[in-house]
């Protein structure tokens, strides 16, 4: 079965700090992996994704994730924190069951001054 | 072009009413799927639908859920009767025909419609 986690269910940074979100995957099969943003009051928004391309992958906002299949991991950073960055993020993996996304629990992300 | 659109944003129910959820995916987007977040907990799926014919129902919870989608395209999701545990947001989504593996996971989702339970 497919699972992915993500460590930390909330992050505070510094405004212009480095932010870093942490996803790791467990899959029988390599996976298609993907972030989503989740601003207040409104759905959830693709940021980026990976489909083997790849290994660096570059979203909007200026996120990107890194690919690692010997750490099982999919982080997704950011050079510089923006106050607007401040929302709930959502790592999740496809591939084992046509369709089917298998997310993790989620990290809000606090920017401060 | 018009995003998912997910109709209530908000219900308010008590212990054994009904309550519909009706999802309007994005337009030509043969693919509709249900997720639900409880609180506190990972958004888990529910259901996918290709066109007017379910494809995968195997995150139902039980046989008070009920998910249709008339003609290929909106979708309704029925709880009857309604538990406290059904307390959460449920998310719609939408994606396209898959030409490639990843595209049926590239999806676009709703605002979500928060149910609570009394």
């Known amino acids: 079965a497919q699972s992915v986690t993500q460590l930390g269910s909330h992050v505070s940074v510094s405004e212009g700090a480095l932010v870093l979100l942490r996803c790791n995957y467990s899959?029988?099969?390599?996976?298609?992996l993907f972030w989503y943003v989740q601003y207040p009051n409104q759905g959830l928004q693709l940021l980026l994704k990976?489909?083997?391309?790849?290994?660096l992958v570059k979203g909007i906002n200026g996120f990107e994730a890194e690919f690692k299949k010997s750490e099982t991991s999919f982080h997704l950073t950011k050079p510089s924190a923006h106050m607007s960055d401040a929302a709930e993020y959502f790592c999740?993996?496809?591939?084992?069951?046509?369709?089917?996304?298998?997310f993790g629990q989620g990290t809000i992300l606090t920017v401060h001054p | 072009e018009a995003g998912v659109t997910q109709f209530p944003s908000h219900s308010v129910i008590e212990k054994g009413q009904t309550v519909t959820l009706r999802c309007d995916p994005i337009?030509?987007?043969?693919?509709l799927y249900w997720y639900r977040r409880v609180m506190g907990k990972e958004i888990k799926f529910l259901l996918h639908?290709?066109?007017?014919?379910?494809?995968?129902e195997s995150g139902m919870p039980n046989n008070r859920f009920l998910a249709e989608r008339t003609g290929g395209t909106y979708s309704t999701l029925k709880v009857q009767p309604a538990e406290l545990e059904d307390s959460g947001v449920y998310f719609c989504?939408?994606?396209?025909?898959?030409?490639?593996?990843?595209?049926?996971?590239?999806?676009?989702f709703g605002p979500g419609t928060r149910l609570t339970v009394t």
């Open positions: 639908f290709v066109k007017e014919s379910k494809q995968d």
């Open positions: 899959s029988s099969v390599p996976p298609y």
């Open positions: 999740a993996a496809g591939g084992t069951s046509y369709g089917k996304l298998t």
């Open positions: 990976y489909t083997s391309a790849a290994t």
């Open positions: 337009s030509g987007h043969d693919n």
């Open positions: 989504a939408s994606s396209q025909e898959a030409l490639q593996g990843y595209e049926a996971y590239e999806q676009y």
